[in-house]
């Protein structure tokens, strides 16, 4: 039966839905699990989002990136140097908060222009330039300040605190008081990106000139698409993307510090790929990797509900969860014959 | 013309840029520190910087040697190593002397340390059998155990560092009283050359370079493509497990979190300075063993030059973009098209280009 | 044997505990873990509680995420061991809304508003550092070295974390009481014992006349005492070694005579936070700050001390 | 031929680390007009046309186009778009992820409200695909089709590109009759739009019947430009070989193929079948036979092929070898047992692109000899040296990467390697390929003369001819079922038509 429904639809869309139908599943199970706990208020829900936020924007580059047959691991570092510098330019160098932000995206810019420029035009393997890029913002960061630099500017702590209430799906805290759901403003600039990007992906020449790179340079090029400016173009999108994630990342921990966003990079990476991205480039959609980010938000909430892992239990369960979905994926995903494939030219 | 020529010839050598960058790494620190190459003789072992060098690159090298081959057949990175290093050093110190700190040995040392090394194939065969049958993707599947490895390792040591208090047990890590070689040099040494021997003496290494290549057409002469992309992957578990031996030894402890730490990072970055590519293919060991070094002998030259540790990685983005600039072949045509417009500039007017 | 309980029958036992949310760093040295059993051990529900521990594995966002969840779950009290100082003001702000008082262990946060956390208990950094330097004055005089030029070399912890930001400071406060004494160097070896051997050696290369070695937690001073042995010198002898933590291992470096001093930081936070908590739970006020104890072990009491050590 | 020049190259050259590709060719364009580009396998065409349209850059030399008053140097395939080029490149190049419909739009999609139209799109997609009666679903991923779709919408795309000059590089060696008639029903009507054709091709009848001149390039110089008209066949080969030619008789003279009696069977199969691929299958092989498949494109030929080879595994029905039962799981378990394959697509399944041509010979041989015994460079070479004398394969030496050799050469390497491990059973798709007339012959003979040494081949081709001239028997297949066997008398052209079309006459297809 399944195997009819999968000759209907396309590949990469019943793949999307095989993570959806997971997701559910799985989080239909937590909120019968912790039933006692509360598992199932729309709070806890939404801190999904409120937590993730800038891993949303991070997920959603990633996955440009990964289409267009990249990788960049080099968010987590630049995730981290914009914080830092948001917060040592507020803080230290008092700097107002729109300037700050302006700099420190401009500086995303530049340092995407760069690696872009290494990888679409001197053909350097995007793993070694972001993985140089990583070292590079990673020590960048110390060079700013290697101590802690809290956020107390003001107008940066209103907006990062700014609660927006939903009318519905109230109830009653200890203290008596209905407490309606809420997000954050980052919670907004994540949505506001995936939408962003759906919509370029889908709908404009240089989204379908990602996928066609992705899918196959050499034909690509003989296509007559400028491969390298489609590169150069993700890759300054992506340090744009990396620096506001980091924006979104600071507004939910509001200060800078050396070793913030470690790994952050696979983080972004798993969940484009629990959301049906391929790193071999050409297929994935930024809807699966919302999906990713909500899935691996969920099995760490199970965690956190769970309340007796340590922290080598809870590594291996991660892991166990994410091998666990890898693999349904790929064992419901596979066995589709491809016939007469286009050979990928070098 | 001439000096065309010649240009032409170096840089076809495959070898030429890696050592180039390695020389010149070298020759800063000669200039910066006058005694960076003296070695001398102290407690009965060679000591020095260079000596330094060699001793602290071993477990890079090694996983280097692992990596290189991984990336030839499967087109991908192997990101587990530095997690599975650590499997392997708790297995073989948690059979040692047990959960707690201590010198006596519950069972014999040589049987421990292959126990360990068993442990770090069966990482290497798992990720193997997700790569080659399951045909996962590498970086997802090796992603599995370098987010549970350490896990796993913690398990077995409840999360404490367990010591061995033993002196033999720093033999592997250090030096065998009346051997002037540091031992993880005498083993990095004897892993290239075994390691060599099988790729050049047998067909494995023409194998792995034409599954690399080339999968479905390997299926088709015959090669069973998945047993040797799961055949490397396990190789590359033992190398992990080589050198989680040595860093275990090294600091005669286990220390889940830390040993072998963003090592893969640096393994990855070996195989590419070293000239190979990352999607598969012909490969150069020999390149990816003067990138190991070279990435440690920046390393120490950085430390011995008073950069702090937490702003060594700006220097060490640096260096690294600058040698692959200048070994890709994108730049080369560059260059190549600069010099002949030059050479070219009296004799006649440029076509627009 | 279990503690009678008031009401214990069976079906409301649940709601008699006190359910406290435990959001710890990690388990990334022993000090944690043992950190993290004393609050185990502390939480049973013989003692009346139930402990909901989340474990960050150093990430401060995970602890933030732990916190929302702990607040979903209408916990009694949150006891949080930032992995960082700096921002903590809207989750906490949440746990305040919600009522929920919030316990810190270990560091300090950094926040405007102090009511945002009810209590702090915890080791003091800084004071580790003036333990440090006191110590070594006072060894020095006995070595009837007091007078010398001493030249020092600092291991520094990981960088920006509380534990090497404190005890970095509280060594430079009080070094300038003692003019005979240069720091020659500082560098990180990231709290482990490889990096802390790495830097020692190349200490050891660059400066052939080190006297002590302050090394910001005993597994860094293990790699220095490798590396100088492996440059022929013998520590605890030509090169006196400080490190801090206390350890066990380091009790036995200590009694091998590789080791001089270890300058305490305890880890038994458990009992101190059961005791605030009880008192709140009486409706007693308490103080902001509660400091454990600690000490300084020097080698000559190692022998004596070392099968007290419970970690 | 008044027609007006659109197009000029002069004194191309163009050189490759070994190899001059290119010496100062001329070339020149009408409009209106199909041009033949012709000569052997590495003479150079692909490479020319590379080098107008900027995927490889220009050595020297000037490119003129007609309404541009300055020499044109094409630094990409877009630029050459720009001035009305467009191009079906002899690899298909299409990105294997994106629907049919995207794949010929892509870097032109028609936008509504500044947003792709994707309505618009399929649409459009359809209609024109419709021009070449190619009726599939647009939206599905172009990887899904048959190399023969996938010929045609990259054809399809090109011509409707095309604003002066269409550059077509072996676009007929993987169709079958068929879909050649509907590509050249196409080129006439741009013909008469006044669109300039430059055609490449190695079957002789498609250039008699559609170009209007030739040029023909030997060894990356140019031989001459002729009127189709006033130049004889003969004389064409003559020029594109360098001597002069009467094999052209030869080939008739194989024609007269003699059906003879064999005995000692060598394969047979009872019910070998695999599910979704091909239905369960019948089929009995005999010393020294050459049996050909015989099919439309997607008849399952290949896949009955690759099922008897362990390419795909069978999951049903049983082989025997000499009568002996014999499981193939395997390709390996099929070298063991005395079989060779020479897959359909050369680049997907065929060659090592990175890998030199001395190790693409030797491989099959060094995989069925064991990974133990490596063969000595030595060894290696010898046969290396003596497959590339025997088969004439052009290459500068025997350790360049087989990717830098034309795509004849390479099919003859693979050639090579196949015949290296002197196989009872070859088992060829497509062998011819690509490949130009006088290797082809070779090739031909190559293949009568390993069955006269009691070898077994079992050959697939598109070209009915060819087949005729070396098969004494023909499978005829339809839709993935084997339909009969025809030999000895029914051997014609006529029949073996009639039977693959289906007696019947139906609605579809
Ligand atoms: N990228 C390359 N690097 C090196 N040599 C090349 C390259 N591409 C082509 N050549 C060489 O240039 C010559 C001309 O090749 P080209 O592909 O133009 O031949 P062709 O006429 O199209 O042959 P065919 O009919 O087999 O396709 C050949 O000798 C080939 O080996
Ligand atoms: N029009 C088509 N639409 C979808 N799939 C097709 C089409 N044509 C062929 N195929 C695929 O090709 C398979 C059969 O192709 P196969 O390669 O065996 O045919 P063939 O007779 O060898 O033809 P070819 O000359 O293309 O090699 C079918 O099972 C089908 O999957
Ligand atoms: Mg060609
Ligand atoms: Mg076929």
């Known amino acids: 039966m399944i195997r009819r429904f999968r000759e209907k639809i396309d590949p990469n869309t019943f793949l999307l839905l095989i993570t959806i139908t997971l997701f559910v599943l799985m989080y239909i199970a937590g909120i019968l699990i912790f039933r006692d706990k509360h598992f199932g208020r729309v709070q806890v829900f939404l801190n999904l989002f409120i937590s993730n936020g800038g891993l949303i924007v991070a997920a959603v580059s990633m996955t440009m990136v990964l289409i267009s047959g990249g990788i960049d691991i080099s968010i987590g570092s630049v995730v981290a140097m914009t914080c830092m510098l948001l917060a040592w330019m507020m803080e230290k160098q008092n700097i107002g908060i729109i300037p700050a932000i302006i700099v420190v995206l401009i500086i995303g810019v530049i340092f995407g222009f760069f690696q872009g420029l290494l990888i679409a035009y001197l053909k350097i393997q995007p793993f070694i330039v972001t993985l140089a890029g990583m070292f590079f913002a990673r020590g960048m960061t110390a060079i700013i300040s290697t101590d802690m630099i809290s956020i107390k500017n003001e107008a940066f702590l209103k907006i990062a605190n700014a609660k927006l209430y939903f009318p519905f799906g109230g109830y009653v805290n200890r203290s008596g008081d209905i407490v309606y759901p809420y997000i954050y403003p980052s919670v907004v600039i994540g949505l506001v990106v995936l939408l962003l990007m759906f919509f370029v992906l889908k709908y404009s020449k240089f989204g379908r000139s990602i996928y066609a790179v992705g899918g196959n340079e050499q034909s690509a090029l003989l296509l007559g698409l400028n491969v390298r400016l489609t590169k150069l173009k993700v890759y300054v999108l992506n340090g744009f993307f990396a620096a506001l994630a980091g924006f979104v990342f600071c507004l939910n921990t509001s200060g800078g510090f050396v070793e913030q966003a470690k790994g952050f990079e696979m983080e972004a990476i798993a969940s484009s790929v629990i959301g049906g991205t391929l790193l071999t480039g050409g297929v994935g959609n930024v809807i699966g990797s919302i999906f990713g980010v909500l899935i691996k938000g969920t099995i760490e909430t199970f965690i956190t509900f769970q309340g007796t892992l340590s922290s080598w239990w809870t590594k291996i369960v991660i892991a166990a969860l994410l091998c666990f979905f890898i693999v349904l994926q790929s064992i419901l995903g596979s066995s589709k014959d491809k016939k007469g494939k286009i050979s990928k030219d070098h | 013309m001439k000096i065309k020529s010649i240009l032409r010839n170096i840089s076809r050598h495959s070898m030429f840029f890696p050592i180039t960058c390695l020389i010149i790494v070298l020759v800063i620190n000669l200039i910066k520190t006058p005694t960076f190459f003296h070695v001398s003789i102290n407690n009965g072992v060679l000591y020095g910087y260079i000596i330094d060098i060699l001793n602290r690159a071993s477990e890079l090298v090694i996983l280097a040697i692992g990596m290189t081959l991984v990336v030839a057949c499967s087109g991908g990175t192997d990101i587990s190593v530095g997690a599975v290093s650590a499997v392997a050093g708790a297995i073989t110190i948690y059979l040692l002397v047990g959960p707690m700190s201590s010198g006596d040995y519950r069972m014999p040392y040589v049987l421990a340390i292959l126990l360990g090394l068993l442990g770090a194939v069966l990482c290497g065969m798992f990720n193997g059998f997700l790569i080659a049958r399951l045909k996962i993707q590498p970086m997802v599947a090796t992603l599995i155990l370098y987010t549970a490895g350490r896990g796993i390792a913690q398990v077995i040591t409840q999360g404490f560092i367990i010591y061995v208090r033993k002196e033999e047990f720093k033999y592997l890590g250090n030096f065998i009283p009346g051997i002037p070689v540091p031992t993880p040099i005498i083993i990095a040494t004897i892993v290239l050359i075994l390691t060599n021997l099988l790729l050049k003496k047998t067909a494995l290494g023409l194998y792995i370079q034409t599954v690399g290549v080339n999968r479905r057409a390997a299926k088709l002469v015959g090669l069973n493509s998945s047993l040797f992309i799961f055949l490397v992957y396990a190789f590359s578990g033992l190398c992990a497990g080589i050198s989680g031996m040595i860093i275990t030894s090294r600091v005669y402890s286990i220390d889940a979190n830390n040993a072998g730490l963003n090592i893969e990072l640096d393994a990855i970055l070996a195989v590419a300075i070293g000239g190979n590519r990352l999607d598969g293919g012909k490969f150069s060991l020999a390149g990816s063993i003067v990138g190991a070094i070279t990435i440690q002998a920046l390393t120490t030259t950085l430390y011995a030059m008073k950069v702090t540790a937490d702003q060594l990685p700006v220097y060490k983005a640096i260096v690294v973009v600058f040698i692959v600039v200048i070994q890709s072949s994108e730049f080369k045509r560059y260059i190549g098209k600069l010099l002949s417009r030059i050479t070219k500039h009296g004799d006649r007017k440029q076509v627009e280009v | 044997e279990p503690a009678s309980k008031p009401g214990g029958d069976g079906k409301g036992k649940d709601n008699d505990l006190i359910v406290v949310g435990y959001a710890q760093v990690g388990a990334e040295s022993d000090w944690r873990t043992a950190n993290t059993v004393s609050f185990q051990e502390t939480f049973v529900e013989e003692n009346g509680y139930k402990l909901i521990f989340d474990d960050a594995q150093q990430k401060q966002e995970n602890q933030i995420k732990a916190i929302r969840n702990f607040i979903q779950q209408d916990v009694d009290y949150i006891v949080l061991a930032p992995v960082v100082e700096t921002g903590w003001e809207t989750v906490l702000e949440e746990a305040k809304e919600a009522g929920i008082p919030v316990i810190l262990s270990d560091r300090m946060i950094d926040v405007s508003d102090d009511s945002l956390y009810t209590a702090w208990v915890g080791g003091n950094f800084v004071k580790e550092g003036h333990d440090c330097v006191d110590w070594l004055a006072g060894y020095l005089e006995e070595l009837g070295r007091a007078d010398e030029e001493i030249n020092i070399v600092t291991l520094q912890g990981t960088i920006g974390s509380s534990a090497q930001v404190g005890r970095t400071k509280g060594v430079e406060e009080k070094l300038p009481e003692h003019p005979n004494w240069n720091m020659l160097d500082k560098q990180t070896g990231e709290f482990t014992q490889s990096k802390g051997q790495e830097v020692m050696e190349s200490f050891l290369k660059s400066y052939d006349d080190i006297d002590v070695v302050i090394a910001e937690n005993d597994n860094m001073a293990f790699g220095a005492i490798d590396a100088i042995k492996a440059a022929g010198k013998d520590p605890g002898e030509d090169i006196i070694i400080i490190g801090f933590d206390a350890v066990k291992a380091a009790f036995e470096a200590m009694i091998a005579g590789d080791m001089n001093c270890s300058v305490e930081c305890n880890p038994l936070h458990g009992p101190r936070v059961a005791e605030i908590i009880q008192k709140l739970e009486k409706g007693e006020e308490v103080e902001k700050t509660w400091y454990v104890d600690e000490g300084v072990f020097p080698a000559s009491e190692a022998a004596k001390l070392i099968d007290s050590r419970p970690y | ?509």
């Open chain 4, 1 to 509: 031929m008044n027609n007006e020049v659109i197009l000029t190259m002069r004194g191309i050259d163009k050189k490759f680390p070994g190899v001059t590709a290119l010496s100062k060719v001329d070339f020149t364009l009408r409009s209106g007009e199909v041009h033949a580009l012709m000569g052997e396998n590495g003479a150079g065409k692909s490479t020319l046309i590379k080098v107008l349209t900027g995927v490889e850059a220009l050595d020297g030399g000037e490119i003129r186009i007609k309404g541009v008053d300055h020499p044109v140097v094409n630094s990409s395939p877009q630029e050459a778009q720009k001035y009305g080029i467009s191009t079906v490149y002899q690899e298909i190049n299409l990105c294997p992820n994106l629907s049919v419909a995207e794949n010929i739009f892509l870097g032109r999609e028609p936008k509504k409200w500044g947003r792709i139209d994707w309505k618009t799109i399929n649409q459009k997609a359809t209609e024109i695909l419709d021009v070449f009666q190619i009726e599939i679903d647009v939206t599905k991923p172009i990887e899904n089709y048959s190399v023969a779709i996938q010929q045609m919408v990259a054809i399809a795309r090109a011509v409707d590109i095309s604003s002066k000059v269409l550059i077509l590089d072996e676009p007929t060696s993987s169709l079958d009759e068929h879909e050649v008639e509907k590509l050249f029903s196409v080129m006439s009507k741009l013909k008469d739009m006044g669109i300039g054709i430059i055609f490449i091709t190695h079957f002789l009848e498609e250039v008699y019947r559609i170009s209007d001149r030739i040029t023909i390039l030997r060894n990356g110089i140019r031989v001459g430009e002729y009127e189709t008209n006033s130049l004889p066949r003969v004389q064409l080969v003559a020029k594109m070989m360098g001597k002069e030619y009467d094999e052209l008789t030869t080939i008739k003279n194989v024609g007269s193929y003699e059906a003879k009696d064999y005995e000692d069977k060598l394969l047979e199969t009872e019910q070998l079948g695999r599910m979704g691929s091909i239905k369960p299958f019948d089929f009995l092989l005999h010393k020294g036979e050459v049996v050909g498949l015989a099919g439309l494109l997607g008849s399952g030929r290949s896949e009955m092929s690759r099922v008897i080879y362990g390419a795909d595994r069978a999951d049903t029905g049983q082989a025997y070898w000499k009568g002996e039962k014999i499981a193939v799981h395997a390709p390996m378990d099929a070298m063991k047992i005395g079989m060779a394959y020479l897959p359909e697509n050369r680049m997907v399944e065929g060659i090592f692109p990175e890998l030199s041509v001395r190790e693409n010979i030797i491989i099959a041989l060094q995989a069925k000899t064991g990974i133990w015994k490596l063969m000595s460079s030595k060894e290696q070479e010898a046969f290396a040296d003596k497959y590339i004398e025997l088969l004439q394969i052009k290459t500068p030496n025997i350790d360049a990467p087989i990717k830098n050799l034309s795509g004849g050469n390479q099919q003859k390497v693979i050639f090579a390697r196949w015949l290296l491990t002197n196989p009872e059973l070859l088992i060829l798709d497509e062998p011819t390929r690509g490949i130009d007339v006088g290797t082809k012959t070779e090739i031909q003979k190559l293949v009568l003369e390993l069955a006269g040494q009691g070898k077994s081949i079992i050959f697939i081709s598109s070209e009915i001819e060819e087949m005729l001239r070396v098969c004494s028997r023909m499978v005829v297949l339809r839709d993935g079922n084997k339909i009969c066997e025809l030999s000895g008398d029914e051997l014609g052209q006529k029949q073996i038509m009639e039977t693959i079309a289906g007696g019947d006459i139906s609605g579809e297809n």
